[in-house]
């Protein structure tokens, strides 16, 4: 056991670029408007992702590759799809995360000054951390944030359950006003995770294979299923703190990022009293910086990938798109910092609208001549990921047919 803990790595950060929005933002306002009415959408999510994800380690271990490498095999066209959407997506993901870590920070840390400042300082630390640590930093980094959001966030739950004694209704809800459908999109649109994240999580595994060539396809598996299940556990804890403390409290969010960190705290406070606000803070700052860190890591390192495999070298280093992402998400915050809500909702709805065309580049990449014979999916794997796909396409196309 000890051992497969010390080779813990890419599932973790896996985990760690997941539970962010997704359950900080997405999760606790599921709760908070529908109390536990939405736990089939975060079930059947994690459910039909589950193979999508999984395929990304799957790949990588298998042939040393990433699943960009794969995609290049299939067609460069593939690349360009994936390019397009990333460049429409990633400085708005990174200007979300960032902002709403920041104004966690200005609560948990009471700095009074600019939050734009307090954002700039968070990435400055992770570019320090990223570019001078590099992936080992990184991976030992992470096992402490997701250590220490872990214990946090169930301290906060376990207040949550013990302080109000309100009734219990698991009564499941399907949305039937437009903004109970649009929101159910983005809910689960970053439910654990984009689908893109597939993507990153190859190259953290090759990147954790080049550090250990040692490690094994099992402790590799175990790995990210450790991982997966963190982000589908927490997930719930979110909606749990949503449900409790929120549901019927007539509270309504903000769309500014600093607004919402700081409405968040004050309201988790006022409910469950101030000895819980050092771990509703903790736990809600670490989430965000876990994701914060990681999504600057991995975009840069996708970015990178993508631009070389094709013949874009001049443009693909990876300090480079480190240096370009940071600029532009600042450039972002300063100018549309009261948009983020709305901006948050554009790239959560595009990974929605997204879902099967990753799910399908994935699997059809994993069953095609490129995956070595030892590592093929079985029967019940390829039924598993049809019905993923059928799932993600039918809400994808269901969701079209109402806006």
Known sequence: MIDHIKKLGPGLLFAG????????????????????????????????????????????????????????????YVLYIYLLLSIVTIFTIQAAVTIVTAGLAVELFDFNNNIAIMASIILILCIIILT????????????IVILILALSTLIA????????????????IFPDEVSGIIFLAAFMGWMPAPLDVSIWQSIWTKEKLNLNNKIKYKSALFDFNVGYISTVFLGLCFVTLGAF???????????????????????????????????????????????????????PRAMSQ?????????????????????????????????????????????????????AIMNYSLVNSKFMPEKFKLSKSMKLYSILGIIFLTIFSIWYLTLI
């Open 306 to 358: 993508t631009l070389k495999l094709l013949n874009f070298k001049k443009i693909s280093g990876y300090n480079t798109w480190i240096l370009i992402i940071s600029i532009i998400t600042m450039m972002i915050f300063l100018f549309f910092e009261s948009e983020m809500g709305s901006l948050i909702k554009i790239a959560t709805i595009l990974s929605f609208l997204t879902a099967p065309v990753y």
């Open 17 to 76: 670029a997941a539970i962010g929005v997704s359950h900080l933002v997405q999760s606790t306002k599921a709760g908070a408007e529908f109390g536990f009415g939405l736990v089939w959408a975060l079930i059947l999510c994690n459910f039909f992702k589950y193979p999508f994800f999984l395929f990304g380690t799957k790949y990588a271990f298998s042939t040393g590759e990433t699943l960009l490498h794969g995609y290049k095999k299939i067609g460069d």
């Open 157 to 172: 739950v376990g207040y949550a359950t013990t302080d109000n004694m309100v009734e219990l209704n698991f009564n499941q």
């Open 245 to 299: 403390v929120m549901f019927e409290s007539g509270q309504t969010f903000s769309d500014n990022g600093s607004e919402f960190a700081n409405q968040l705290i004050k309201l988790y406070t006022a409910n469950l009293g101030e000895n819980v606000k050092i771990f509703i803070s903790v736990a809600a700052f670490t989430t965000m910086l876990s994701t914060t860190i990681t999504c600057l890591d991995a975009s």
């Open 132 to 143: 001078v640590g590099k992936y080992k930093l990184l991976d030992n980094f992470i096992k």
